[in-house]
């Protein structure tokens, strides 16, 4: 690292400070420090939303990936079409109508306040959990380029996006974001792009040497469960990840819900899921790139080292000075606007759904800048264990879809059946959850089939209880249920 390189980054965090405060809530209410006022252009809600579930652990997680095995990972993007089906027609509508400061608030009104507890404690746990590995996944390459402690890196991303997003609250995250989305872009095409005209005959003979050394292997027909990866655990498995990840996840759906209309939501959510499907394809190329680069130049060094060190390796060998700190800044756009975005989740699902169906007076900014600073806090402090997490891209993926599968049950029992009552719907959250953690201990079921075990044992479980206990009353139904209106 060069000093040009250092004034890269530098100018970056100044202007993401400097963006994070302008376009601060100031004195706003809730709703400003939350969603923004509703106010939010739909394409600017699509680049944040693009930019969180981009992230650092996709920005390094995914090239490593790509490097140390194959294509098969994003077999899971088969399932987009589906999910954006699911999420057009039947969440956002709903969503946005009831003008919803977080998803579990439709869970009280749906069903009962026991029902939206628990399912919010399940949503905190899942994002506290993934924001400690978002935050060390820079580290890892933050540290290796200039020689920092991880630690120090680690206090440094979640100190410095900790206060900018509590003091901005959702329009400072929406407009960094949005910054953010474009210098992460332009960080991985500078690598990329030195990464194709290192390897020598260009992208020809990336495919042709990655596709003899089965690097590009994408589709795995098998029907065994365990299997990591398979079409049917993308297409069936894939569906219930996707969905949790962006209609049953606060972190993402909010910013959906920033905008004016359902239109502009559903535009923001479709822009997301295909963008980042093509994305995924991107960053995969990068690392069978590096993969192909390193063969050709015989270093076993680098081929048997931990894959997610390879990307800041390739960085200091071949990438000239400036664009190492372009790169630089790039990782830390792609951590820090997706650690801003759960931060405010996180205060949002506090101070909403666990604070003020209890105190009313709760609800109010100041309470909501004091809960991101603390979870800013516990996430940083996390962070500094989520190395013994593993891989970090497998790491996030098995999180997401351990918890998320009772989410997607319990909302899709609200939605389509009207005949799911209270009883039925906290049994199923409590029952699906503990059957997941069974079925994560003692068999070597694939992580990818965690989502639709979990929404298929809560559907059931639901149902069950539900029809051996008194129906629900038609306050709980009218205009809350698919197909039903208001009386």
Known sequence: MTSSDYVVVALYLVAVVWIGSRFGSGKASLKGFFLGGRTIPWWAAACSGIATMISAVGFIGAPSQAFASDWTYLQARLAWPVAIVVAYVLFIPFFHRLELYTAYEYLERRFDRRTRLVAAAVFILLKCAYTAIAIYAPAL?????TGLPAAWVCFGIGGLTTLYTSAGGMRAVIWTDTIQFFVLL???AS???YAVRSVDGGPAEIVTDAGSAGKLTFLDWSTSFETEFTVWGGLIGGTFFLLSQYVVDQAELQRFLTTRSVRGSRRAITSTM???SVYGFFVFFVGTALYVYYSQHGDAAALGMDPDRVLPKFVLERMP??????????IFAASMSTVSSILNSLATVTVRDMLEPFARTAGSVRLARWA?????CIATVLSLRAGSFGTILIAQGKIRNFFGGSLVGVFLLGLLSPRANAAGAFWSIVVSFAATAALAAA?????MWYGAFAASVSWLVGMGVSRSTKPPDSYHLDGLVWGRRNA
């Open 141 to 145: 390459v933050v540290s290796e380029m």
């Open 274 to 276: 295909v963008f980042t």
């Open 372 to 376: 991101t600073l603390a979870f800013g």
């Open 186 to 188: 332009a960080g991985l």
């Open 443 to 447: 068999t070597n079921v694939s992580w």
């Open 191 to 193: 690598v990329c792009a």
């Open 321 to 330: 000075s400036g664009l190492r700190g372009l790169l630089l800044a790039g």
